[in-house]
Nanobody, 121 residues
Framework: QVRLVESGGGLVQTGGSLSLSCAAS????????MRWYRQAPGKQRELVAR???????NYADSIKGRFTISRDNDKNTVYLQMNSLKSEDTAVYYC???????????????WGQGTQVTVSS
């Protein structure tokens, strides 16, 4: 009964910007780590950025200095601001979150459905 829904993907030219968001809904007690992954055609899914509940962040080397992950704990939402986009950033972007639905329950990892980001030269 937990759902993650991404939005904000689309087509942008090289050097442009896009902002993604991912909202969690349903039976939520607490959300711990939230992450953005991406998967380009013919490649494995890779971790792009991670943010803890306490707002500590980690980034893949390929996007450091260009992408910023943030979250709003009150809205159960994670964001990814992507600047200076390159053609190699073209991929389906997925959000992912570790969520506990109840104080007594284990945390499970949930995935969104993905949103396409296409960067054209």
């Amino acid at each position: 009964q937990v759902r993650l829904v991404e939005s904000g993907g689309g087509l942008v030219q090289t050097g442009g910007s896009l902002s993604l968001s991912c909202a969690a809904s349903g039976r939520i007690y607490v959300i711990n780590d939230m992450r953005w992954y991406r998967q380009a055609p013919g490649k494995q899914r890779e971790l792009v950025a991670r943010i803890t509940r306490g707002l500590s962040t980690n980034y893949a080397d390929s996007i450091k200095g260009r992408f910023t992950i943030s979250r709003d704990n009150d809205k159960n939402t994670v964001y990814l601001q992507m600047n200076s986009l390159k053609s190699e950033d073209t991929a389906v972007y997925y959000c992912n979150a570790d969520i506990r639905s109840d104080y007594y329950e284990t945390s499970y990892t949930y995935w969104g459905q993905g949103t396409q980001v296409t960067v054209s030269s």
